[in-house]
Every structure is written in C-alpha cells, then in structure tokens.
C-alpha cells in the first residue's frame, strides 16, 4: 500500500481532500477497481459481480476514490452510477503500474 502523499509527491500532484490524506490508502482492492474502471465505465453493482466483493464494500471503494478525483459518476443509468476514470486517476494507475 502507498500513502496518498507519496502518490502526491511522485506525481507532483497536491491532492486536497475533507479527509485524512494519512488515513486513506490505495489498497489492492482500491487498485484493482481503479485498473477496471480505466478499462470503461461501470457501475458499482457491476464491479461487486466482477470482483465478488459485496456491494456495500465497492461502493465504499467507490466514495473514497471519487473523494480523491480519481473517477467520478459518468451518469445514472436506472439509479446506478456509472464511473469513469479521470486524469488524476490515470496517472495514480501509470504510477502503480510502473512499480
């Protein structure tokens, strides 16, 4: 697991948040969503199916990584959110990625 200030520091990025940057990590789980959602758009339940994790687990995922910019809802189709990736969220990915 990396700390969001390191991800800050490597990326030269100042991630201003509501929340504890100490207290937020970018765990597998986290990675793993974020790595799909960078694929193409999908909604929570989709995700939950995909990873079989429960639904209430990935849209806690879900909240955290949008506090931090890194995907954000696309739209609400039948009162799911669908999510994409944003910019900030690509270069956490290509961070990860090169590790």
Do not use: Q
């Amino acid at each position: 697991m990396y700390s969001l200030k390191s991800i800050a520091f490597f990326l030269d990025i100042s991630f201003i948040m509501d929340i504890s940057e100490e207290n937020v990590m970018l765990t597998s789980t986290k990675l793993r969503i974020l790595g799909r959602i960078a694929k193409g758009p999908i909604h929570g339940y989709g995700l939950s199916k995909e990873f079989n994790i429960s639904v209430s687990s990935i849209y806690k995922h879900l909240m955290e990584l949008t506090e931090l910019d890194f995907i954000r809802v696309l739209r609400e189709d039948d009162s799911r959110k669908i999510y994409e990736i944003t910019e900030k969220g690509k270069l956490a990915l290509e961070l990860y990625e090169k590790k």
